[in-house]
């Protein structure tokens, strides 16, 4: 669990998807060309609020598997302020772009707003539906809230995920956050989103349950 400060209910709530699903339309065969697709889709975890061009975890990823070997190219689809509603809402155009593999990193907002979490599971499991059905591979990360959110709304809220990781099978981590606690400058002054060393911390925890996902070219 976070230091209760870690949670500064700090909302961004523009909406940029459309403007960015169109962009990403755009340019998708330029990015597809060489390599098969790995597609962040999230909130501004992802899209790395108040970190500059290269600091998010989907940029860390992209070096810690260029590193490997692994010739893959990462995608950052993050939208800050995003909710799992803005999930379902994206998700003709994500499917568009025929990723090899999508990191689904939705839920924070919707716990934040203190949103019903069945609420939350359908989005989610209409998502990870969807991409079942275009066989696109699914890492799903989750996320869980501050203790003055209560008990019983928490452990609502925490279940969304691990009911999901048994519904689907994704591959899975239930706390995208979890070695950040505790680790010195980690977090933003606003409480809530990694710094560079927080989204490189991001990306490796990601990176050992992605791997089994992946596959080496010649």
């Known amino acids: 669990m976070f230091p209760l400060h870690l949670y500064t209910i700090v909302v961004d709530v523009r909406r940029s ?3 960015s699903f169109w962009l990403l339309l755009i340019a998708s065969p ?5 390599r098969p697709l790995i597609i962040c889709y999230g909130d501004s975890i992802t899209a ?6 290269g600091q998010t975890y989907p940029d860390a990823l992209q070096r810690d598997l260029d590193t ?12 800050s302020g995003a909710t799992t509603k803005d999930a379902v809402v994206g998700l003709h155009s994500l499917l568009a772009l025929h990723p090899a593999i999508v990191i689904v990193e939705f839920g924070g907002n919707d716990g934040l707003r203190g949103l019903p979490p069945n609420q939350t599971f359908r989005n989610l499991d209409t998502v990870l539906s969807a991409l079942e059905k275009a066989h696109t ?8 809230l501050p203790p003055n959110y209560g008990s019983d709304y928490i452990q609502s809220f925490d279940k969304v995920f691990r009911d999901l990781a048994a519904k689907h099978h994704p591959a899975f981590v239930p706390m995208i956050y979890k070695d950040l606690v505790n680790v010195p400058a980690t977090i933003q002054p606003d409480g809530i989103h990694p710094t ?3 989204a ?3 990306a490796n925890t990601l990176l050992p349950v992605l791997t089994p996902l992946l596959h080496k070219g010649p």
């Open 200 to 202: 490189g911390i991001i």
């Open 48 to 53: 790395g609020l108040g970190l500059t061009p």
């Open 30 to 34: 330029l990015l597809a060309a060489d």
């Open 196 to 198: 560079a060393k927080g």
């Open 68 to 79: 490997r070997g692994f010739k893959y190219k990462v995608t950052n689809l993050g939208t």
């Open 17 to 19: 998807i459309i403007v």
């Open 137 to 144: 591979r699914v890492l799903l990360a989750g996320i869980t």
